[in-house]
T-cell receptor, first 114, second 114 residues
Framework: DTEVTQTPKHLVMGMTNKKSLKCEQHMGHRAMYWYKQKAKKPPELMFVYSYEKLSINESVPSRFSPECPNSSLLNLHLHALQPEDSALYLC?????????????FGEGSRLTVL | AQSVTQLGSHVSVSEGALVLLRCNYSSSVPPYLFWYVQYPNQGLQLLLKYTSAATLVKGINGFEAELKKSETSFHLTKPSAHMSDAAEYFCAVRRNSGNTPLVFGKGTRLSVIA
């Protein structure tokens, strides 16, 4: 099984809503990532979890709150978002090792903030 | 921090023609390097990666890339373009040595003309 599964695929929310994006992998990877991708731009790193602990936060606003409840799951909790937060949110996982291992990406969750 | 530069935001080729997408890396020692492809409204899929085992790397879908240390380049090629190759292509590198997050080039959009 070499899949990273993200739900929902599409999400529309108002600025006062609270919602969550979910990501799941069963490859035994102990590093998991959230990237944000705006249209016609490359993915930009948001968060990295290593062994279920947050290891990197790229100065992301607190309205984005990541959570890694176990080694297979990664959530991104969303609250009081702004229209400019509309983007494709990509989850990825990789082995923890020398750095030669690639990241495996999910299909993404497309978020629209009204 | 390491980085990659992709020359050409858009490349257009005829079906059956050679595909050449350019990527240059910033470090003096070749880092781990990756090429990903992204089809519209999808996540990123690994095409190939350089991990120091061989300078000529073969990937999926007939793509290959050659590391040239003298040019600090890792260009992606395919002998004969197919309509299905139309997509966005990203070159990526680990931000620092070891198991650090991937950072992506700005991407190159490949169009294939019938």
């Amino acid at each position: 099984d070499t899949e990273v599964t993200q739900t929902p695929k599409h999400l529309v929310m108002g600025m006062t809503n609270k919602k969550s994006l979910k990501c799941e992998q069963h490859m035994g990877h102990r590093a998991m990532y959230w990237y944000k991708q705006k249209a016609k731009k490359p993915p930009e790193l948001m968060f990295v979890y290593s062994y279920e602990k947050l290891s990197i936060n790229e100065s992301v606003p607190s309205r984005f709150s990541p959570e890694c409840p176990n080694s297979s799951l990664l959530n991104l909790h969303l609250h009081a978002l702004q229209p400019e937060d509309s983007a494709l949110y990509l989850c990825a996982s990789s082995p923890v090792g020398t750095g030669a291992g690639e990241l495996f990406f999910g299909e993404g969750s497309r978020l629209t903030v009204l | 921090a390491q980085s990659v530069t992709q020359l050409g935001s858009h490349v257009s080729v005829s079906e059956g023609a050679l595909v050449l997408l350019r990527c240059n890396y910033s470090s003096s020692v070749p880092p781990y390097l990756f090429w990903y492809v992204q089809y519209p409204n999808q996540g990123l899929q690994l095409l190939l990666k350089y991990t120091s085992a061989a300078t000529l790397v073969k990937g999926i879908n007939g793509f290959e890339a050659e590391l040239k240390k003298s040019e600090t380049s890792f260009h992606l090629t395919k002998p004969s373009a197919h309509m299905s190759d139309a997509a966005e292509y990203f070159c990526a590198v680990r931000r620092n040595s070891g198991n650090t997050p991937l950072v992506f080039g700005k991407g190159t959009r490949l169009s294939v003309i019938a």
